[in-house]
């Protein structure tokens, strides 16, 4: 229950970067111009100083075993995802389904997720939550921007070289070679990686503020993308993790599921304000799912610590 009240104080604590953010708009500190520059800049600096960080640690043939699953799940659960979220988010004349679709699948496992899995397993699950963020980010850069645009064709070259990947490439050979990093460096990617969670949700109070946060509350398609990403597919995915057995497939398989759960159940990604303003389309309707699913999340999140602690013990 201790735990589960640590990842909820943390959850308050982002949305209080996120009413900065807000505030800051609204007394004119910032412009929303300025927000898609911040926004440009944590996709493609914070976020892989970020990664580099988690494998910047000696190298352990457990850990690696580990490695491995957590990416095993973390595909396992994206094309869960798309499957379920293509099939319960239908069509509509309008293009704000694409929006919902991609807020249902994509979890904030990045800019948010990192925090709570301090909190609930240490820095060991920052190490495996990269695997679930650099599945996240091929997927982003693939599905999501297709999603989103509606492109047909996929940009192979931009999936393997957008800066999340890019990041987990330089972090995995920094691992496997344990090649020495000057000190200068290491407190510089250090800092860097720390701004990660607070920069990124400002950023996306900066898009909030623009929006009549009443509208937010009265709009069932905003609570149904919520739902799906709160509660529907993060259940899915630790039910599957039940019926396979995924706790006895390795020792410190909890760890592992832990951190993997956590990120599953994240609420809807900063992406989907962020892409939407990168590529010159509507990031309020993201940005609405935001807000009601970190909300929301306030309750959930705690909710699956404890679920998924109870499910492990037996």
Known sequence: MQEALLVGTQILLIYLYIVIGIVCVKKKVVTLEAGKSFSSFVLTVITPCLMIKSYMRPMEKTH???????????????????IISTLLIKKRHDIRYRIERTGAIYSNCGFMTIPLIVVSVGDIGVFY???????????????????????KKMNIKRALLNPGVVGFLIGFVVYCTQIH?????????????QLNTPLAMITTGFFLAHINLKSI????HIYYASAMRLIILPFSMLLIIRILGVSRWMSGAEEVIMASILACAAPAAASITLLPAKFGLEGEHGSKIIALSTLFSIVTLPVFNLLTNSWLAY
């Open 64 to 82: 690696l075993v580990g490695l491995a699953l957590a990416f095993f799940l973390a595909i396992l659960f994206h094309i869960m995802a798309i």
């Open 129 to 151: 939550a990269v695997a679930f963020i650099s599945v996240f980010n091929v997927m982003l850069w693939t599905n999501g921007i297709m999603l989103i645009t509606g492109q």
């Open 181 to 193: 990093i000057p000190a200068i460096i290491d407190q510089g990617i250090t800092s860097l990686s």
């Open 217 to 220: 509350f009265t709009n069932l």
